[in-house]
T-cell receptor, first 110, second 116 residues
Framework: EDQVTQSPEALRLQEGESSSLNCSYT??????LFWYRQDPGKGPEFLFT???AGEEKEKERLKATLTKKESFLHITAPKPEDSATYLC???????????FGQGTRLTINP | GAGVSQSPSNKVTEKGKDVELRCDPI?????LYWYRQSLGQGLEFLIY????????KSGLPSDRFSAERTGGSVSTLTIQRTQQEDSAVYLC??????????????FGQGTRLTVV
């Protein structure tokens, strides 16, 4: 069964304290891996798509990386406005739907 | 419009009533998805439309749920005889096209459905 697991469920950091969020996946064939950010009461906001192992993408303080089994979202010197739930999703070969993980709730304290 | 638009933003309904949720995708996007997000749960796939192809309904939880997409644009998700377990945020997303690279999906704000 196709599965996406995110860890940790919740993470509290001090402003400026860098860390990484993990997304591990078990799928029959990966078409793409997506990272989204979701603020309370809002829909998910697209961040990155990764297609192949070794690929990396960056946006401001965020960098996403991909291996054959997992993806990491690295956050460097975070600010309070980076507080949100970060969602990982995979798109499987031959299917159109995205399979989402449960998310990591990130809180950055000033 | 600039983004995916969903209406209403909030809906409270009595158990047993029917509800309709509307989604206006981004102009030019041929792929449209409906997801459900229950409290503390991840996003659950419901249905996918791609152009004029038959929709992928594999995620619909029961025959009380149905969706249509008129003219390849606006979509309506209908829940008949609502139950309390239907309470959730219903999210719509659209993408440029399905089945190829650069198919990132853009989400609307969601409709929060509460069945009392």
């Amino acid at each position: 069964e196709d599965q996406v697991t995110q860890s940790p469920e919740a993470l509290r950091l001090q402003e400026g304290e860098s860390s990484s969020l993990n997304c591990s996946y078990t799928v029959s064939g990966l078409r793409g891996l997506f990272w989204y950010r979701q603020d309370p009461g809002k829909g998910p906001e697209f961040l990155f798509t990764l297609y192949s192992a070794g690929e990396e993408k960056e946006k401001e303080r965020l960098k996403a990386t991909l291996t054959k089994k997992e993806s990491f979202l690295h956050i460097t010197a975070p600010k309070p406005e980076d507080s949100a739930t970060y969602l990982c999703a995979v798109q499987i070969q031959g299917a159109q739907k995205l399979v989402f993980g449960q998310g990591t709730r990130l809180t950055i304290n000033p | 419009g600039a983004g995916v638009s969903q209406s209403p933003s909030n809906k409270v309904t009595e158990k047993g009533k029917d509800v309709e949720l509307r989604c206006d995708p981004i102009s030019g996007h041929t792929a449209l998805y409906w997801y459900r997000q229950s409290l503390g749960q991840g996003l659950e796939f419901l249905i996918y439309f791609q152009g004029n192809s038959a929709p992928d309904k594999s995620g619909l939880p029961s025959d009380r749920f149905s969706a249509e997409r008129t003219g390849g644009s606006v979509s309506t998700l209908t829940i008949q005889r609502t139950q309390q377990e239907d309470s959730a945020v219903y999210l719509c997303a659209s993408s440029l096209r399905g089945g190829s690279p650069n198919t990132e999906a853009f989400f609307g704000q969601g409709t929060r459905l509460t069945v009392v």
